[in-house]
């Protein structure tokens, strides 16, 4: 029989600036945890004070596009920024969000914009 684990039951908060654009939650990535990145948001402009060269294309799009997400894009996922020969998103994943989860979205939202 296989033991469960026991739920802990104090509150978990997620520190937005540690989210990066992406959907990526920067706080449970090992890097993070050992110290050797400060999460995409705060490495980001860590590297800027430093003068080092950009650090993620994706928060750069974002951030370009006055948005705090990649999912507020129409072009989400877009073939540049989600690549999944580029980034650590499995085509499977991607195809996914594309053919699955964004229908539905857009659907979503076209009934709210008719309820306005």
Avoid: W
């Amino acid at each position: 029989m296989k033991k469960r684990h026991a739920k802990n039951p104090g509150k978990k908060t997620i520190d937005s600036n540690l989210l990066g654009p992406c959907g990526c939650y920067c706080g449970y990535c090992l890097a993070y945890r050992i110290g050797e990145c400060l999460g995409c948001r705060y490495q980001a402009y860590k590297n800027i004070e430093l003068g080092r060269p950009e650090f993620c294309s994706t928060l750069v799009c974002a951030e370009q596009n006055g948005l705090e997400m990649c999912s507020e894009c129409e072009e989400f996922p877009c073939d540049e920024e989600f690549d999944p020969k580029k980034n650590i998103f499995s085509a499977v994943y991607i195809d996914y969000i594309k053919n699955d989860i964004k229908p539905i979205a857009q659907s979503k939202a076209t009934m709210i914009r008719k309820r306005r």
